[in-house]
């Protein structure tokens, strides 16, 4: 599901169920570990008459460009502000974690492009390494 417009700014790509992998076209790089991630952290939590609920487990964001610099309004600050419980490269894709408590997370997939730079990829990086 889209967040609503800030300033302008095109709305971040949120997925907080099955349906929502349908925001990405299926040759996008990034479908397959969405695909992957939507079918391990929301879809194996999903049963008829049991839809996944995001309020209290989380979702996924897929990050892009305008999101890098702004005050993402799932967290309630940038990126590099964040207080990650990890990161991985996944393919070509930094996937970053953040915990709010023992049952709710929100799962970050950054693309690794140039336009993450300076203390954001540094970050990213070094939380990969660990």
Not at 14 to 19: I, M, N, Q, R, T
Not at 43 to 64: S, V
Not at 83 to 108: C, M, Q, T
Request: hydrophobic content about 40%; overall charge negative.
């Amino acid at each position: 599901m889209y967040c609503g417009f800030l300033g302008g700014i095109k709305p971040m790509l949120l997925f907080k169920s099955a349906d929502d992998l349908s925001q990405i076209d299926s040759h996008d790089p990034v479908y397959p570990l969405m695909k992957e991630l939507i079918d391990v952290l929301i879809k194996a939590y999903t049963w008829e008459g049991h839809p996944y609920n995001y309020q209290d487990f989380g979702y996924l964001i897929l990050i892009e460009e305008d999101d890098v610099d702004r005050v993402l309004e799932p967290v309630g600050c940038r990126l590099i502000d964040v207080l990650w419980e990890g990161a991985s490269l996944r393919d070509d894709f930094f996937y970053a974690v953040y915990l709010a408590n023992n049952e709710y997370g929100l799962g970050f997939v950054i693309p690794n492009a140039g336009w993450v730079k300076g203390e954001l990829r540094t970050l990213l990086e070094e939380m990969c390494e660990q």
